[in-house]
């Protein structure tokens, strides 16, 4: 298992990590080529770098960006008998009555005795840090479900608890809104617009799925920096779809209840429920895109979709595959004892290694005969 994990699956955890962070920049890119779009679209394209992170299938491709600087790993031809040869050679036995020879295989080490390579070590610290994000991802929705017991029912899926400073959606196939104590009778219909708005675009999935993303690729900067402005940005589309069913007379109200909920909490990203709250950067956004509403424009989706497009073909595909050499597919235990088994050394080798084995599987004549 071991042996899996370092050849096979971590190594297949780097290359979606290195496609990925090619993803992200792609994806950074159109926001700025969309900063005066709807943030929608750039959302949307958030959805193609979590594919990325999350599937390990490569489509391939009679041409790919990756392809063209993937170098094939070349076989190494062993010519020489190494140790293990050798030593398989000093146990051999010959019976002259017969001419048959009896071989006596020096056995391997045992595995509890072996050392860890730094390949085997790198992967399990990258297990170890897996599993540690995934437990505080349990923990926390274990400690969130406990506070909500005594949440009561007030509509529908809407449930209000006084333990809750912020309202947001918890559950995956029967998603529920919890909505705090604190909001008064006219800020509800804002928050619960805002809210139904995320279960509409499966905003609850998309959030665990990044979680997922964030337990694989927990060393990657560039994973943690996505799921952030994915974040932020399914906000920011919230924001406008609310405003835009609410009305125009509607938006100063929207804004100061969304002023009073998200000032004064600190959003986690590692919380398995989408909430309503941020501070910074992203309160500032979501209050600039208030102030200042734009309008779905077909250059901005047409930009998005070619982005989009670009990054999956980037990302997605690699180049027709060849040959596979033997050492890309059996493990080096295996290709040591084929090629022992193959080598022919010359007279001198065999000579010598006989000479280093004492000499003592030939008689004197036959000594004298290979002589």
Same mark, same amino acid.
Request: contains cysteine; charged residues 20%.
């Given at each position: 298992?071991?042996?899996?994990?370092?050849?096979?699956?971590?190594?297949?955890?780097?290359?979606?990590?290195?496609?990925?962070?090619?993803?992200?920049?792609?994806?950074?890119?159109?926001?700025?080529?969309?900063?005066?779009?709807?943030?929608?679209?750039?959302?949307?394209?958030?959805?193609?770098?979590?594919?990325?992170?999350?599937?390990?299938?490569?489509?391939?491709?009679?041409?790919?960006?990756?392809?063209?600087?993937?170098?094939?790993?070349?076989?190494?031809?062993?010519?020489?008998?190494?140790?293990?040869?050798?030593?398989?050679?000093?146990?051999?036995?010959?019976?002259?009555?017969?001419?048959?020879?009896?071989?006596?295989?020096?056995?391997?080490?045992?595995?509890?005795?072996?050392?860890?390579?730094?390949?085997?070590?790198?992967?399990?610290?990258?297990?170890?840090?897996?599993?540690?994000?995934?437990?505080?991802? &349990?923990?926390? +929705?274990? @400690?969130? =479900?406990?506070? %909500?017991?005594?949440?009561?029912?007030? #509509? /529908?899926?809407? $449930? *209000?608890?006084?333990?809750?400073?912020?309202?947001? &959606?918890?559950? +995956?196939? @029967?998603? =529920?809104?919890? %909505?705090?104590?604190?909001?008064?009778? #006219? /800020?509800?219909? $804002? *928050?619960?617009?805002?809210?139904?708005?995320?279960?509409?675009?499966?905003?609850?999935?998309?959030?665990?799925?990044?979680?997922?993303?964030?337990?694989?690729?927990?060393?990657?900067?560039?994973?943690?920096?996505?799921?952030?402005?994915?974040?932020?940005?399914?906000?920011?589309?919230?924001?406008?779809?609310?405003?835009?069913?609410?009305?125009?007379?509607?938006?100063?109200?929207?804004?100061?209840?969304?002023?009073?909920?998200?000032?004064?909490?600190?959003?986690?990203?590692?919380?398995?429920?989408?909430?309503?709250?941020?501070?910074?950067?992203?309160?500032?956004?979501?209050?600039?895109?208030?102030?200042?509403?734009?309008?779905?424009?077909?250059?901005?989706?047409?930009?998005?979709?070619?982005?989009?497009?670009?990054?999956?073909?980037?990302?997605?595909?690699?180049?027709?595959?060849?040959?596979?050499?033997?050492?890309?597919?059996?493990?080096?235990?295996?290709?040591?004892?084929?090629?022992?088994?193959?080598?022919?050394?010359?007279?001198?080798?065999?000579?010598?290694?006989?000479?280093?084995?004492?000499?003592?599987?030939?008689?004197?004549?036959?000594?004298?005969?290979?002589?």
């Amino acid at each position: 298992m071991l042996h899996t994990l370092s050849y096979s699956v971590f190594p297949a955890v780097l290359r979606m990590s290195l496609y990925g962070a090619a993803a992200v920049a792609a994806v950074l890119l159109a926001r700025l080529l969309l900063r005066r779009a709807p943030k929608v679209f750039s959302y949307v394209l958030w959805l193609v770098v979590l594919f990325r992170l999350l599937c390990p299938v490569t489509v391939q491709a009679p041409f790919s960006l990756w392809g063209a600087v993937e170098q094939p790993a070349e076989e190494t031809a062993v010519r020489l008998i190494p140790a293990e040869g050798r030593a398989w050679l000093a146990g051999t036995t010959h019976d002259a009555a017969d001419g048959d020879t009896a071989m006596d295989t020096v056995p391997a080490p045992a595995e509890e005795t072996r050392r860890l390579t730094a390949r085997e070590w790198t992967a399990l610290v990258w297990l170890a840090g897996a599993a540690v994000m995934a437990g505080y991802g &349990v923990v926390s +929705l274990l @400690r969130l =479900r406990r506070r %909500l017991i005594g949440a009561v029912w007030y #509509e /529908e899926n809407v $449930y *209000i608890t006084h333990r809750v400073p912020t309202p947001f &959606v918890l559950g +995956l196939v @029967r998603p =529920r809104i919890f %909505l705090p104590a604190s909001l008064t009778e #006219e /800020e509800r219909p $804002y *928050i619960l617009l805002h809210e139904r708005y995320h279960i509409k675009r499966w905003d609850h999935v998309v959030k665990l799925l990044y979680f997922t993303a964030l337990c694989i690729h927990w060393f990657d900067p560039f994973v943690w920096w996505a799921a952030a402005l994915s974040r932020t940005d399914a906000e920011l589309a919230c924001d406008a779809a609310a405003v835009q069913s609410l009305g125009e007379a509607e938006r100063a109200a929207y804004g100061r209840t969304l002023l009073r909920m998200t000032c004064h909490t600190h959003a986690r990203l590692l919380s398995a429920a989408t909430t309503m709250s941020g501070r910074g950067g992203q309160l500032r956004a979501r209050i600039h895109a208030l102030a200042k509403p734009v309008k779905p424009a077909l250059p901005a989706l047409l930009t998005a979709v070619l982005i989009a497009v670009f990054a999956a073909g980037c990302t997605m595909t690699g180049s027709v595959a060849q040959d596979t050499p033997a050492s890309e597919t059996e493990p080096q235990e295996v290709l040591v004892s084929a090629r022992v088994e193959e080598a022919e050394p010359s007279d001198k080798q065999l000579k010598a290694l006989l000479d280093d084995a004492g000499g003592s599987v030939l008689s004197d004549s036959e000594k004298a005969a290979f002589d």
